[in-house]
């Protein structure tokens, strides 16, 4: 079974600074789909970037990009200039791409998660 | 262009009651999934179903809980004679195809049993 492990159950950044947030993961596949959602305060869970383990090139999405490892299965979350609106709980997930027998495809399996605070 | 629908936002329950949350998919979408947030802790995956089909239980308790996504209408997690460790947050994702498309969430239905 996949595993998700964030290490830091809390951060804090200043307004504007950059913060690294940390995920390994375990599983003995080679396809599959990594993914960073953020849940803020209301509780919604708001995709914020996804990478496919296929790909070399790291996934960005304007502030916040990441640095996979496919080797160490580590998928760390950087945000850059971060803003006061980036405070939430921000979880890593992994989903399997195997289709057929033993493959789950549509689960997601989460981590525990790290609060980020962002201080003005 | 509405996005995942749960309702309620707020159940409230006392023990030994039923409750009932729904989920209406996104538009187009015909696979919803269901996980719940216990406190502190991340989204645990729950029941996978397609329409009028479950094909995915393995996460959700033997015994009270149920699931249904009938033809016509939403998805209804049904749980039966709840118990104070039910409460939790219990999220609704729905996706067009189970493979390579990302799940979209809505807001979850905070569950909470006096």
């Known amino acids: 079974a996949q595993t998700v492990t964030q290490s830091q159950p809390e951060m804090s950044v200043q307004e504007a600074e950059t913060v690294t947030l940390s995920c390994t993961y375990d599983t003995s596949e080679s396809d599959y789909y990594l993914f960073w959602y953020k849940q803020p305060p209301s509780r919604q869970m708001i995709l914020v970037i996804r990478?496919?383990?296929?790909?070399?090139q790291n996934a960005t999405e304007n502030r916040f990009s990441v640095n996979f490892q496919k080797a160490a299965k580590s998928f760390s979350l950087k945000i850059s200039d971060s803003q006061l609106g980036d405070a939430a709980m921000y979880f890593c997930?992994?989903?399997?791409?195997?289709?057929?027998?033993?493959?789950?495809?549509?689960?997601?399996?989460f981590g525990k998660g790290t609060l980020l605070t962002v201080n003005p | 262009n509405a996005g995942v629908m749960q309702n309620p936002r707020h159940l409230v329950r006392r023990r030994g009651q039923e409750a009932r949350l729904r989920c209406s998919p996104m538009k187009g979408h015909s696979h919803v999934y269901w996980y719940r947030q216990l406190p502190e802790e991340g989204l645990k995956f729950m029941v996978y179903?397609?329409?009028?089909?479950?094909?995915?239980e393995s996460g959700m308790p033997k015994e009270r809980f149920s699931a249904e996504f009938p033809k016509e209408g939403p998805s209804i997690l049904r749980i039966q004679q709840v118990v104070r460790g039910d409460s939790a947050a219990y999220f609704c994702?729905?996706?067009?195809?189970?493979?390579?498309?990302?799940?979209?969430f809505g807001d979850g239905t905070r569950l909470s049993i006096l």
């Open positions: 990478q496919e383990a296929y790909k070399q």
């Open positions: 179903l397609q329409k009028e089909n479950i094909i995915d």
């Open positions: 994702a729905s996706s067009p195809s189970s493979a390579h498309q990302p799940q979209h």
């Open positions: 997930a992994y989903r399997s791409a195997t289709m057929g027998s033993g493959g789950s495809n549509y689960k997601l399996t």
